[in-house]
């Protein structure tokens, strides 16, 4: 399709303001390195908070190894509705489980926060007695709490709720430490559950890519939002002050790393070094929380579309695009759903349906799911939609790429012989075509072919489960 000059030159300087040459994405591991560095050695305060990430430990210390046996429980809080979960890991990196989900209603969500408690034990209790246990009844199960909320951790089985967030807004909870909270409504019940692990979802998917797959360094999430958890050296995590005694025993006792949930979502809340377009900012100005989760918003599901739209929305007001027409749904904030980005971009796939057509199977997109009506739509058009939505997509992988590469470095893989392992879990990695491939090509260009042949990308599903319940074994294993 021979493209207009009008659109070539738009698309020119869409791409420019998008483009993240090397240089710059070394700019941008180093000042994630810095920011690792911070919040491995402060606690954050009022004033700091958002010029480093949290850094948070999440007393993980037993990094599965596929051998790991028995039968464990894991709660899922903080999706559309509650998970039940009965995990039996078979010791051979396999695992079979039971589960069913439980609705969470509008007046538990905001009301008192014993009743939800006792309305999860309920559906413990529930669970179990419906669908019987494997476990031996003689022994306590012991129970995995992936609890999805901002929670200050001090122990494996210890958190106390910073505040809530998606739509959650109980009273007398914050402050309050959530595995207690759990562990009072099981014991009213008399239900023979111990909650031995509170989960962070990332941690999770660390913790079950490494029983699937051997070693892992770390595990992240490229969904509704992004975040990451780590392996680091315990030495490093100063801020928890270790004397060097204690240092020294850890190591003897095999103790001397951690699992870290980096919270990345949050890198660079201050702006420093990323660029941020005017697309960005009307994006992040319209927010539910402006100024915060800045590497999120150019990063993940909730926002890679409304970023689009945005970028969409500016060819046609300059009337490049469209005869310069919109829609209701181009107009509506969060109108255009990152899943039409993995639509319009399916033909970049090689097997795909759409490969044999693609400026039919855009034009579909852009009627059907964006409400252009077809006579305003070129195919000149069509080819301009789906380069934004290549060019918006291809930011954010090469983004993802720097916490990635960060995190290599971080731990010193970037310089070892090892295979350096990552389990992802989440829509973009899914179901994003070429995700994985955009993300190694920022690594090869940060890094070097040499490094990058080392590391390996894997679909890690289900943290929430199998994760929270292999945190629950490595609980088990350190009594
Ligand atoms: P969560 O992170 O909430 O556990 P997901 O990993 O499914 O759940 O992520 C949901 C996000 O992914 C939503 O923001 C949605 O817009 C986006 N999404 C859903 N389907 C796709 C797709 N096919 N391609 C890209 N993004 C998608």
Not at 32 to 37: A, T, V, Y
Not at 142 to 167: D, E, M, R
Not at 358 to 382: F, H, N, Q, Y
């Amino acid at each position: 399709v021979e493209l207009p000059e009008k659109t070539r030159a738009a698309l020119d300087s869409i791409e420019q303001q998008f483009d993240l040459p090397t240089k710059k994405l070394e700019e941008i591991v180093e000042q994630m390195l810095w920011e690792f560095g911070k919040g491995l050695s402060e606690q954050p305060t009022k004033e700091t908070k958002d010029t480093f990430m949290p850094m948070i430990p999440t007393y993980l210390q037993h990094i599965p190894s596929g051998k790991e046996t028995g039968t464990f429980l894991a709660l899922d809080l903080g999706g559309t509705n509650l998970r039940v979960c009965e995990v039996t890991l078979l010791g051979d990196s396999k695992w079979t489980m039971r589960q069913q989900k439980y609705k969470v209603s509008q007046a538990l969500k905001m009301g008192e926060v014993a009743a939800l408690f006792d309305y999860i034990a309920n559906s413990v209790d529930q669970f179990l007695t419906e669908i019987g246990t494997t476990g031996d009844p003689n022994e306590k199960l012991y129970l995995g709490f992936t609890f999805s909320f901002p929670v200050a951790q001090t122990a494996l089985a210890k958190g106390t709720l910073i505040n809530w967030t998606k739509g959650f807004e109980c009273k007398n909870a914050v402050g309050k430490d959530v595995a207690q909270l759990l562990q009072d409504a099981l014991d009213r019940k008399h239900i023979h559950v111990k909650c031995s692990a509170l989960v962070n979802d990332t941690a999770g998917t660390l913790m079950a890519a490494a029983y699937e797959r051997g070693d892992c360094l770390c595990g992240g999430i490229f969904g509704t939002g992004t975040n990451g958890a780590y392996v680091e050296d315990v030495a490093k995590i100063t801020k928890e002050s270790k004397t060097k005694e204690e240092l020294e025993q850890a190591k003897k006792d095999g103790l001397d790393k951690m699992v870290v949930n980096t919270e990345w979502g949050a890198f660079d809340n201050e702006r420093v070094v990323m660029p941020f377009t005017i697309f960005d900012s009307r994006v992040d100005r319209i927010s539910i929380n402006p100024r915060k989760q800045a590497f999120e918003k150019m990063i993940s599901g909730m926002y890679l579309g409304e970023v689009t739209r945005n970028v969409v929305l500016h060819l046609v007001d300059a009337q490049v695009i469209f005869k310069g027409f919109s829609s209701k749904s181009l107009n509506a904030h969060y109108g255009l759903d990152t899943a039409i980005m993995s639509a319009l971009e399916a033909f970049s796939l090689p097997n795909s349906d759409s490969a044999a057509d693609p400026i039919a199977s855009i034009r579909k997109c852009i009627t059907k799911d964006l409400g252009i009506a077809d006579e305003l739509v070129s195919d000149a058009d069509c080819v301009a939609v789906a380069r934004v939505s290549e060019i918006v997509g291809t930011r954010g992988c090469r983004l993802s790429a720097c916490a990635l590469a960060a995190t290599i470095k971080q731990t010193g893989n970037d310089k070892s012989d090892k295979e350096v392992k990552f389990g992802l879990d989440g829509s973009l990695v899914e179901f994003y075509p070429r995700f994985d491939q955009r993300v190694k090509d920022a690594l090869r260009e940060l890094l070097g072919e040499d490094v990058v042949k080392r590391v390996v990308i894997d679909l890690a599903k289900d943290g929430s489960g199998v994760g929270a319940a292999l945190c629950a074994q490595a609980a088990m294993a350190m009594e």
